[in-house]
């Protein structure tokens, strides 16, 4: 038990990161291609139509992008605080207009429960990141 827990101690060491910068382009290990990453915060989500508020942007993404939706967390374990990014949905840019993004929740990727009650993963506040190709 006590290998376990430290094993998921280092995990959740190796997988943290600081808090979220505005834009930035990574270059990706897993398909040799670069990505370009936008930031901001949610600011609605009614049905399937998800609304960001991004600032600083150098690069807009166009309609039609498809890419991937995370959100920012921080969690407290054991007196460590944790931070990273869960992936939340595979999405499809619909329009962009001044520093307002509006994306189409093509799928959702992470189904959360708490209390046996559904959390919600586009809650309004919500600092995101959209990556795509």
């Not at 808090?19 to 270059?27: A, C, G, I, L, W």
């Not at 995370?70 to 949905?89: A, D, Q, R, V």
């Amino acid at each position: 038990m006590k290998q376990m827990l430290i094993a998921v101690i280092f995990f959740l060491l190796y997988t943290a990161s600081g808090y979220p910068d505005k834009v930035y382009k990574e270059y990706s290990q897993n398909t040799d291609t670069l990505k370009t990453e936008l930031r901001g915060e949610i600011i609605s989500k009614k049905g399937k139509t998800v609304k960001i508020q991004v600032t600083n942007v150098q690069e807009y993404p166009v309609s039609g992008i498809k890419g991937t939706m995370s959100k920012y967390f921080e969690s407290n374990f054991l007196g460590i605080k944790t931070t990273g990014w869960l992936e939340t949905g595979e999405m499809e840019v619909i329009s962009v207009s001044d520093d307002i993004i509006e994306f189409k929740l093509l799928k959702e990727l992470s189904k959360i429960k708490v209390n046996n009650k559904k959390e919600n993963q586009f809650e309004s506040g919500t600092i995101v990141k959209f990556v795509w190709d």
